[in-house]
């Protein structure tokens, strides 16, 4: 900002100062409240309905007086969008009860910045607006919330097996300028189950979660997560919960033989993923998607010490929100089920193009960081893995046994993990320049070891020609460059003084460009643009895309890469990615853990089996390793190791000090051991899907393969015993092959 | 309004004044095992993550175990044999359990006459298997002693005592017991430290309070009640010695006592013995460079201790050397956290931790890690360095940079005679003394080996500077013959500081660029001095350097100096120009850049023993590097001594006074940015 712009500013700022002393704050102060009504009509009755569409296996009912819905399923069960007795439930006050018989939930923000919820039947359907429409298979029903002057059309369009309900945000308007709308929940109890269901609620959290219902030592707290985790352009200060990212938007509901599930076809970026138990504030189980129409961020005002929500000023119109329900039935109506329905979804009939499972392998180049020169201090490239460091490891680990090896090679480059936006192929000299490099590549050729180049497009550390931290990065809401921390361990505030800066979309496609195009120079396996699949985030500045499209832009630009090197390499890719990808490593192996949850399942591994290859996350970084590799049999995919060769004691203060336990020589036989371990029974079971998963206990679990494979795990310090089959503690029973 | 606009400003003058950054952990790089990091504290403070340590293997409440949800429990025990006692205060009970969280008994406490009662606000509980006594402080009925099956057999109340203070309020929160029988009860709100009761119930006395040292601050404060009315005196913050939260006994009847830690910032913990004396180092407990609230300690059989900081949820282990081990854990609604943790308890080597608020009980386990930690730990507490090696080896290879670790194969190798090896991890674990000790062994090594070249060395250069100074007098001329060149005056004035800068002056042989190189020799060797210091002596972060920082306390330093030594003078009629006394105070540094030099040499042969010889050098260098200086000031002013001294204080003072002003300046110039890049991103946000 030059000083001549800045006068100008200040000039117009004494101004608008002026202006604002002037004109007396007019709009009065209005405070809302969300009325607590006892006397909701009970809709159990079929006949206030109105058929609305039919096709060979639905059909949709909806009761344009009250606002409700249900959906017949020829092949399974009834679905309403209001459960059954609600009016009974000793524990739902009023208000709930009134919630529990909305289509659609709202929150708004006042003036004043306080967020608050209200539901359609009390603001919109008894205040008359509710319009329903016939639409070419389905019904088009646009809540008016007259006092709020919201109206949020939302569509249900019948397909052949599943359903699709959008939100046409291009047609939603809020008309009160002291209202703004900030999320949109989709049918919140559609499939609500009540206290005496027996079935569960599928969470997407990490590799996916399991929520029975009803148990009498149920944790009582509502499950919520963003989808593809926050918005990385909102400031945050504080590191929340060290929790899972939801890489799939997807959940679902199991009730008795029935089930249903919801996929995010649009949109996804923007969704809050819920969940509520029996005891929370009714007796029933719900699960469904929330999406941010509008997104805020909380600021902190210095002088005033506290925070102020700003929200977003232009939210986008995307068309719509989309969430694709399907039903399942019978001997697929659980998590394995709608894993396989997700995966369909997701990549079709695509099938693997991996035959045998590799030993995978990160490999660290080298990490920008403060080195003495005769005393003097200067930023340089430190080695962990120079170019022929990564020859040797591949021979070492060849003698030992690990023949197959798939690596994928981070801070590879020039500068290391200082590196600004690539945009070419340029090989570090520290690392051993580019004679080395293209003696490393020859090599692993020659030897028939995958090699993957990690490219960062995201995280921009310094500016370059072209990339600049403040003017081509993504901003926040307050327009700002967003601004990217790392966080102090002990009480996980952000250090405020070495920001990253996120690429916003457009730059990232050109530099992906441009690497594309230099491909060709160099012959490696492929390119892994790990940061691409996993962060997706907007740019508030209104110039270029936000998360309701971003993960379109995202496919694009992987599809690029793609095609450029023929196979690519993800690390832990949100759903968007994953078609892009030939390996998927870090695959999610833990869910979050919230105490809601009962446990975790390889949702995203049973999901992908078959069509992508995948491996754990590195096992070595794990406090047992061993786990790791019974993480590895339970879903049946390869396993990581993390390695650097040297310079261990270099990584103490600086950002990566977090690498503690990589050095190659500790791991290397242990590495080859447990591959060489493993590798027979992976390769069998590679190109087969799960046909079927089962908790025995919380330790000990069961996955059948579709050839016939039967793996038990045992993570448990107890042997384990079941009809002739034992497995031991820490350990795993193979049979069938 | 917004913060984020002047965040460059900020970044780019954090960056420069600030020398030092806390560790980090980048988002991403979560393994999800637990919903939290384990990490330990490095050398220089810095929170650094490490392995995980400890892992919740379940949680269970009181649903699960089959009695009934527990409503507001206050405190678990576990005894040596390892039956858990919770103490389920809202449905007034407690519960038995085995070392596998299996009920065996559930009890309502009664009256001695067999009679249920109900307690009024019990907050602890202690089990004696011994005494077969169940000890439960309410902080309403007092301390209640029950048998084994909670029926009451006694009740220690106030103790009528004329060492209590007048307004003492008996409020027990805590009470146990030790092997002889005698109660250790702590009050709330009582700083005298824990009231001590004999096994028939009768008030001894005072246990382990602190000791009031004299220091300026107590002195200040009594200076200030004497002036104060009652009133404004009662406001002041009080210097008595802090109340206890918790406390615990081991099998050897220390007392292990732990305050809240937030108006102390080490030794926190202490282990009392029978005098009611500590005998564990004062060190850090708990979190540094934050808040915190200790609340609760336990002591397991091998004797390491666990704190836990009920405001972060975090869990902290010790060695019995008050070393941290490790720290884990946190808050939250995720398997591992708890929203109001209110008691940490052992169970072999696993814990329990209590959650007042949910009523779930967390049993952690240690990982391999943390067992490999705590069997290392042990061996070299029994001096068996060799045998710790295998465990400690296992730690690196989870941790590379595990300090104790380091330190532990450092006495390994130290035992073995490998002192090169023992030198090397003594280093990485910074540990200096112990490095010394190691260098010193294999500097004799050395010396040995190429005895013949130091000794050759040593003669040069002590013989060569005397044959030259010999030749030199041979053919001494008067000093007013010498002719000297205009860049050797710098040495020459080193030489003869009293004659030199009279001589100079006189001839007006200063040279501005030979006070340029000085200069910029200067802040050379100042960086030199900062980075290059031998380990042993080095105290500075050599990973963390300011290029800036160096250059403003150097040459910085020095310009601040001569503008204000300049404008002082020419009212105090000094004859010296801006110029002069530019290039004559930077000859006077001379001494100060070669002593320098060869102090840092020193300093990377030298051991910790030796460190006196490194003092003179270091004393001799700065003396001569003043003498020079003053006689500087002196000449270029031709001032008398007196005048000299008095000036040069005043232009330290006038120093003084350009750093304020640069200080407030810099307050307003940073205030006025703020406000112009807040109305920045409000036009923006328009």
Redesign the interface.
């Known amino acids: 900002?030059n000083m001549k712009r800045?006068y100008r500013?200040?000039l117009?700022?004494v101004f608008?100062a002026g202006i604002t002393l002037i004109i007396p704050n007019a709009a009065a102060q209005t405070q809302i409240y969300t009325t607590a009504n006892n006397q909701g009509e009970s809709a159990q009755a079929l006949d206030g309905y109105q058929l609305y569409a039919e096709n060979g296996r639905f059909m949709l009912y909806i009761n344009e007086e009250q606002g409700f819905l249900i959906l017949q399923d020829k092949e399974g069960t009834t679905w309403k969008s209001v459960p059954d007795n609600h009016m009974e439930d000793p524990l739902a006050q009023g208000g709930t009860r009134l919630a529990m018989e909305s289509l659609i939930q709202v929150k708004y923000s006042d003036r004043l910045g306080n967020v608050n919820p209200i539901n359609a039947k009390t603001a919109s359907v008894k205040k008359g607006g509710l319009t329903c429409k016939k639409i070419a298979n389905g019904a088009l029903l646009t809540f008016a919330f007259p006092r709020e002057g919201f109206s949020i059309p939302i569509e249900i369009v019948l397909a052949e097996d599943y359903v699709d309900v959008s939100i046409i945000a291009k047609d939603i308007t809020e008309s009160e300028e002291v209202y703004k709308l900030t999320t949109v929940s989709v049918m919140p109890y559609f499939g609500a189950a009540g206290s005496q269901a027996e079935g569960y609620i599928f969470v997407p959290d990490?590799s996916g979660a399991i929520i029975e219902m009803n148990r009498?030592?149920r944790?009582i707290?509502d499950y919520s997560q963003y989808v593809y985790g926050r918005e990385y352009s909102t400031?945050r200060i504080q590191?929340d919960?060290?929790?899972?990212t939801v890489r799939m938007p997807v959940f679902g509901i199991k009730n008795a033989d029935h089930a249903m599930m919801g996929i995010i076809t649009d949109g996804a970026g923007r969704a809050i993923a819920n969940a509520s138990v029996n005891g929370k504030r009714c007796s029933y189980n719900n699960a469904y998607m929330e999406f941010i129409y509008r997104d805020s961020d909380m600021?902190?005002?210095?002088k005033k010490a506290q925070t102020v929500r700003?929200l977003e000023?232009n939210p986008p119109k995307p068309g719509r929100y989309r969430i694709r329900y399907f039903f399942l039935e019978g001997k697929d109506a659980n998590y394995v089920g709608m894993a396989h329905r997700f995966g369909e979804w997701l990549l079709g009939e695509q099938k693997s193009s991996v035959s045998a499972v590799p030993l995978y392998m990160e490999i660290m180049g080298g990490i920008m960081?403060?080195e003495?020169f005769l005393?003097?201090?200067v930023n340089r490239v430190v080695p962990l893995s120079t170019y022929s460091d990564v020859q040797e490891m591949t021979k070492r680990l060849a003698s030992l046994g690990a023949d197959k090896l798939a690596i994928d090679y981070v801070y590879w480059n020039k500068d290391g993990t200082g590196a600004a936006i690539p945009n070419g192929i340029k090989p570090e000299g520290r690392l051993g320049g580019k004679k080395s490099f293209k003696n490393m590549l020859n090599f692993l050729k020659q030897n028939g070891t995958e090699i993957y180049l990690d490219f960062n497009f995201t995280d921009m550390v310094k500016s370059r020609w072209g990339f600049n931290t403040r003017f081509d990065s993504a901003s926040?809401i307050?327009?700002?460059?967003a601004?990217q921390y790392?966080?102090?361990?002990?009480?996980l505030?952000a250090?405020?003084?070495?920001?990253q800066f996120l690429l916003n979309f457009i730059k990232i496609k050109q530099a992906a460009g441009k690497v594309a195009d230099a491909a060709d120079k160099y012959d490696f396996t492929g390119v892994s643009a790990n940061t691409l699949g996993?962060k997706v985030y907007s740019d508030f500045s209104g110039k270029t895309v936000k998360r309701d499209t971003a993960d379109k832009e995202i496919q694009s630009i992987l599809r690029g890469l793609k095609d450029a090197k023929e196979k690519q390499l993800l690390s832990e890719p949100n759903a968007y990615a994953v078609e892009y990808a030939d390996h998927i490593t870090d695959t999610p192996i833990?869910s979050?853990?919230?105490?809601?949850e009962t446990y975790t399942v390889p949702f995203y591994q049973i999901a992908l089996h078959g069509r992508v290859a995948m491996s754990t996350?590195?096992i070595n970084?794990?406090?047992?390793p061993q786990?790791g590799v019974l993480k590895a049999f339970e879903s049946g995919i390869g396993i990581k190791y993390h390695f650097i060769m040297k310079n261990?004691?270099r990584?103490?203060?600086t950002?990566?000090?977090?690498i503690?336990?990589s050095?190659f020589d500790?791991?290397a036989e242990e590495a080859a051991e447990k591959y060489v371990e493993i590798k027979d029974v992976l390769n069998t079971v590679a190109a087969q899907q799960i046909v079927s998963h089962r908790v025995i206990t919380?330790d000990v679990r069961e996955t059948i393969f579709s050839g016939g494979v039967k793996i038990y795990v045992n993570y448990g310090n107890r042997d384990f015993s079941e009809r002739g089959i034992t497995v031991k503690a820490g350990g795993y029973t193979v049979s069938g092959i | 309004?917004?913060?984020?606009?002047t965040?460059k400003l900020?970044?780019f003058l954090?960056?420069t004044l600030?020398v030092g950054?806390?560790?980090?952990?980048?988002?991403?790089?979560?393994?999800?095992?637990?919903?939290?990091?384990s990490?330990r504290?490095?050398h220089?403070g810095?929170?650094?993550?490490?392995?995980?340590?400890y892992?919740?293997e379940?949680?269970v409440?009181g649903?699960?175990i089959g009695a009934g949800a527990l409503k507001s429990p206050t405190d678990i025990f576990s005894t040596p044999d390892n039956e858990i006692y919770v103490l389920d205060s809202g449905n007034n009970r407690v519960l038995v359990m085995d070392r596998d969280m299996k009920l065996l008994k559930e009890l309502g406490p009664m009256e001695s006459d067999g009679k249920p009662m109900s307690m009024m606000e019990p907050i602890s509980i202690f089990v004696s298997n011994q005494h077969k006594k169940i000890v439960i402080a309410d902080k309403k009925a007092g301390v209640l002693i029950f048998d084994l099956s909670l029926k009451l057999i006694d009740t220690l109340k106030s103790p009528n005592s004329n060492i209590l203070p007048k307004d003492f309020f008996f409020a027990p929160v805590k009470a146990i017991m030790d092997s002889a029988g005698i109660y250790y009860v702590v009050s709330a709100n009582c700083y005298q430290g824990a009231l001590q009761y004999d096994e028939r119930g009768v008030f001894l006395g005072f246990y382990g309070s602190e000791k009031i040292t004299l220091t300026a601050d107590t002195l200040a404060d009594y200076f200030w009640k004497q002036i104060l009315t009652d009133k404004q005196a009662a406001n002041m913050k009080r210097t008595v010695p802090v109340e206890f939260v918790s406390f615990t006994v081991d099998k050897n009847n220390f007392i292990y006592t732990v305050r809240k830690g937030n108006d102390v910032t080490q030794g926190q913990v202490k282990k009392l013995n029978a005098l009611g004396e500590n005998v564990i180092p004062e060190k850090v407990f708990g979190?540094?460079?934050?808040e915190t609230m200790l609340a609760d300690i336990a002591v397991d059989a091998d004797g390491f201790i666990t704190v836990l900081d009920s405001r972060?949820g975090r869990l902290f282990q010790y060695d019995g050397e008050s070393n941290l081990m490790f720290?884990f854990g946190?808050k939250?609604?995720?398997?591992?956290l708890t929203q109001n943790p209110v008691a940490v308890e052992s169970l072999g080597d696993k814990l329990l931790l209590l959650d007042g608020q949910?009523g779930?009980i967390t049993l952690f386990t240690p990982?391999?890690?943390a067992k490999n930690v705590r069997k290392a730990v042990l061996l070299c507490d029994d001096g068996k360095y060799r045998q710790a090696m295998e465990p400690w080896g296992a730690v690196l290879?989870?941790?590379?940079?595990y300090e104790l670790a380091n330190r532990g194969l450092g006495k390994a190798y130290e035992g073995m005679g490998d002192f090169k090896k023992a030198a090397k991890f003594y280093k990485?674990a910074f540990e200096r003394e112990l490095y010394s000790e190691a260098f010193s062994e294999y500097r004799g090594d050395i010396l040995r080996h190429n005895f013949l070249v130091f000794m050759l060395g040593i003669i040069l250069s002590v013989v060569a500077p005397v044959i030259i100074v010999i030749l030199r007098r041979r053919n001494k001329k008067s000093v007013y013959d010498v002719k000297i060149g205009r860049f050797h005056y710098p040495v020459y004035c080193m030489l003869h500081p009293f004659i030199g800068y009279t001589d100079l002056k006189e001839r007006k042989k200063d040279s501005v660029l030979a006070a340029n190189v000085l200069l910029l020799a200067y802040f050379i060797v100042s960086?030199?001095e900062r980075?290059?210091t031998g380990f042993a002596f080095n105290y500075n972060?050599?990973?963390?350097?300011n290029?800036m920082f160096s250059l403003l306390s150097t040459i910085g330093f020095f310009a601040a100096f001569t503008i204000c030594n300049w404008s002082i003078t020419t009212i105090q009629e000094g004859k010296g120009r801006l110029k002069e006394i530019w290039n004559y105070c930077s000859y006077a540094l001379l001494p100060y850049i070669i002593g320098t030099v060869v102090v840092v040499i020193m300093s990377n042969v030298l051991t910790t023993n030796e460190a006196s010889f490194i003092s003179m050098a270091r004393f001799i260098v700065y003396a001569w590097t003043a003498i020079g200086l003053i006689m500087a000031i002196k000449e270029v002013h031709m001032y008398s001594l007196g005048r000299t001294i008095w000036t040069t204080i005043l232009t330290l003072a006038g120093m003084l006074v350009i750093l304020l002003i640069c200080a407030l300046s810099y307050n307003i110039l940073s205030q006025l940015l703020e406000f112009?890049g807040s109305?920045?991103?409000?036009?923006?946000?328009?």
């Open positions: 900002m800045l500013l200040m117009a700022v608008a990490g009498p030592d944790f707290e400031t590191h919960v060290m929790a899972e600021v902190l005002i210095e700003v000023q960081a403060r003495s005393g003097f201090p926040s307050q327009r700002s460059p601004l790392a966080y102090r361990i002990n009480d505030k250090i405020l003084t070495e920001p996993q833990y979050s853990g919230y105490m809601v996350p590195a970084t794990m406090s047992d786990q261990c004691n990584l103490e203060s950002p990566n000090n977090d503690i336990s050095l500790d791991w919380q | 309004m917004v913060k984020i606009s965040k900020i970044t954090a960056a600030i950054m806390l560790g980090s952990f980048s988002a991403g790089a979560l393994t999800s095992e637990a919903p939290y990091y990490y504290y490095d220089w810095s929170s650094v993550p490490t392995a995980q340590t892992l919740p379940r949680t409440s649903i699960t979190d540094r460079g934050t972060s720290a946190g939250g609604i995720q398997n591992g949910t779930l990982t391999d890690f290879k989870q941790d590379n940079l990485v960086i030199i980075q290059l972060r050599t990973d963390k350097f290029l112009i109305i920045y991103a409000e036009l923006k946000m328009m």
